[in-house]
């Protein structure tokens, strides 16, 4: 998820989340792009933004979707590596369990501000679960955001507001129904990575 420039990024996944959005109700626009992790808990390496990363993790295990993330010991023992190699404030990750790879990534930009990076974590541990971009109401996993911390479809409010609502409705359903669900939701044949 880039900041301003992320938009250039939406023409790749937009074709993929218009097709799966299109059949989806009001009540359940969330977007599934990726296979659920198997457990029920994902653990992940910050070797950038330690405080920012725990934060967003935490923001995920609040929700109580059926997964939680917690920390590793080391990189090695990670499922989830958070590094350095976004651009512009943004993120980049493997969408969803990666499940011919030994282990996932996300990819976070330097030199951010903590607490819009903690938003940008959050969105990215989306990507991580198998969330794709929603891109028809209001949800942390929408594919822009402002420098407020602002999702692009939904109403302006500063970052002190986001940091206390850091997800949304939508985006705890689409979770909720990978992990919570005893119904298993078919993804793509192999793992790809998402802003």
Same mark, same amino acid.
Do not use: F
């Given at each position: 998820m880039a900041v301003a420039a992320l938009r250039c990024l939406i023409a790749a996944g937009l /074709?993929? /989340?218009?097709?799966?959005?299109a059949g989806a109700s009001p009540?359940?626009?969330?977007v599934i792009d990726g296979v659920r992790w198997p457990g029920t808990t994902i653990t992940y390496y910050p070797t950038a933004y330690?405080?920012?990363?725990?934060?967003a993790a935490r923001n995920w295990d609040h929700a109580n979707v059926g997964v939680r993330f917690r920390r590793a010991s080391s990189?090695?023992?990670a499922d989830v590596i958070v590094k350095l190699g976004a651009q512009q404030c943004g993120g980049f990750s493997i969408v969803g369990w990666p499940r011919w790879w030994s282990q996932s990534w996300?990819?976070?930009?330097?030199?951010?501000d903590r607490d819009l990076v903690t938003l940008v974590a959050t969105h990215e541990f989306g990507h991580t679960?198998?969330?794709?971009?929603?891109?028809?109401?209001?949800?942390?996993?929408?594919?822009?955001?402002?420098?407020?911390g602002t999702p692009e479809f939904c109403e302006y409010h500063p970052i002190s507001y986001w940091l206390a609502h850091p997800l949304k409705g939508d985006d705890i359903r689409g979770a909720r129904?990978?992990?919570s669900s005893p119904v298993r939701v078919r993804a /793509?044949?192999?793992p790809r990575a998402i802003g």
């Open positions: /074709a993929a /989340a218009i097709i799966v959005c009540a359940q626009a969330y330690r405080t920012a990363v725990d934060r990189a090695s023992a996300v990819k976070l930009s330097s030199g951010c679960l198998g969330l794709g971009h929603e891109i028809q109401r209001c949800a942390r996993m929408n594919p822009v955001v402002d420098y407020s129904t990978l992990y /793509a044949s192999r």
